[in-house]
């Protein structure tokens, strides 16, 4: 599993590589940026009342996604493209996950590492836990940008 703090630091090594070999990277950038789109709002809305398989570290659980709901869009100029939307899911009602990141499985969606934190205290029948995305809606969109994002390096 992979919590939050050591996805800020593989995010900060992996800035900080891009700044020091920017042309070998460039094409990189763009291919795993279209790759990041996965689905977004409207394919997780139409999943709403399934079920996804989350891994564990010692098993599998099964959750169901109960509610995919649109956020306010921002207003600031780096977030105005982003698409923002919240997942709702309920698990087990025992044992209850801390936040972290896990792999879900869906039938349609595929493979998905989302990161979910509790919400509330556990009732007897189900745990609820949260997703929040704030993400650019258009994948494509997101490869321009990172392919026109200034090229650093050193010059020797």
Do not use: W
């Amino acid at each position: 599993m992979q919590n939050r703090r050591k996805f800020l630091r593989d995010c900060s090594l992996a800035a900080a590589t891009a700044a020091c070999f920017p042309p070998a990277l460039a094409q990189a950038q763009v291919a795993a940026a279209t790759r990041l789109g996965g689905p977004g709002f409207a394919e997780f809305l139409e999943q709403v009342n399934t079920t996804f398989a989350v891994r564990t570290s010692p098993k599998t659980i099964r959750m169901k996604l109960v509610h995919a709901g649109a956020l306010p869009a921002m207003t600031a100029p780096e977030v105005a493209g982003n698409e923002n939307f919240t997942l709702t899911f309920h698990g087990p009602g025992h044992s209850p996950l801390p936040q972290d990141t896990y792999p879900f499985d869906h039938s349609q969606l595929g493979r998905l590492a989302i990161f979910i934190v509790p919400v509330g205290p556990p009732v007897a029948t189900h745990c609820r836990y949260q997703a929040v995305f704030s993400r650019l809606a258009d994948a494509a969109e997101l490869a321009r940008q990172v392919s026109r994002a200034p090229k650093r390096g050193f010059n020797a």
